[in-house]
């Protein structure tokens, strides 16, 4: 009886420190955020970080990093792409990872990138930044960082899928920012607008 007593009362105190760990971590979580001095949450993404201007990277800036957090990962996509090809109607305009967890920013064009970060496969075949580039209409992009305890290893740079099956188990926090770009009436005549179709 005082033997299973005693088991009884070790399960509720492993228990009850399994449930205080876990709500340290979601509340470390919670305080994740990332931002961009550009442009606020759901607000137009200014041309400049687009194909009718510059084309560079915005500047980003983030905090409340997990304590545990050895790298961090960063992902821009549009999900509002109806292109034919583009699975699951996604579009992927930059993958970041590798990022020192002691990183807080990235400035305006990302360069050069802080020291070990590498970049993935984009859906523009490139492993480098490519901004919001549309044929018509208005769309969402969404910036997600994500903050890993561990650091990633690929023999060739990844695309979204590997990336993404690489971080599963890893991942201790995420922040999303999300801004929008509408294509003007009269694109610029140095390069036209539109995605590519996947191949």
């Known amino acids: 009886m005082q033997l299973h007593k005693r088991i009884t009362t070790g399960s509720l105190i492993a228990t009850f420190a399994f449930f205080v760990a876990g709500a340290a971590t979601a509340e470390e979580s919670a305080k994740f955020q990332i931002e961009s001095p550009a442009f606020a949450q759901n607000e137009p993404i200014p041309p400049l970080y687009t194909c009718e201007g510059k084309d560079m990277s915005p500047p980003l800036t983030w905090s409340g990093m997990p ?3 050895k790298s ?3 992902v821009v996509e549009d999900p509002d792409v ?7 109607g996604s579009f992927i305009h930059w993958l970041v990872y590798n990022l020192p967890a002691a990183t807080i920013d990235l400035p305006e064009g990302a360069e050069p990138l802080p ?5 993935g496969v ?3 075949k490139h492993s480098s930044y490519g901004g919001p580039c549309l044929a018509t209409g208005k769309h969402r992009y969404f910036f997600k960082l994500y903050a890993l305890d561990a650091m990633l290893k690929f023999e060739q740079p990844p695309n979204k899928s590997e990336l ?3 971080m ?5 926090g995420e922040a999303v920012l999300v801004g929008t770009f509408e294509k003007k009436e009269t694109p610029p005549p140095a390069r036209t607008l539109g ?3 996947a191949p």
């Open 164 to 166: 993404e099956a690489a």
């Open 115 to 119: 020291l070990g970060t590498r970049e």
């Open 168 to 172: 599963k188990g890893h991942i201790l």
């Open 122 to 124: 984009t859906n523009w």
């Open 82 to 88: 109806a292109t034919p090809g583009i699975q699951r």
């Open 72 to 74: 961090l990962a960063l």
């Open 195 to 197: 995605y590519p179709t």
């Open 67 to 69: 304590a545990k957090a």
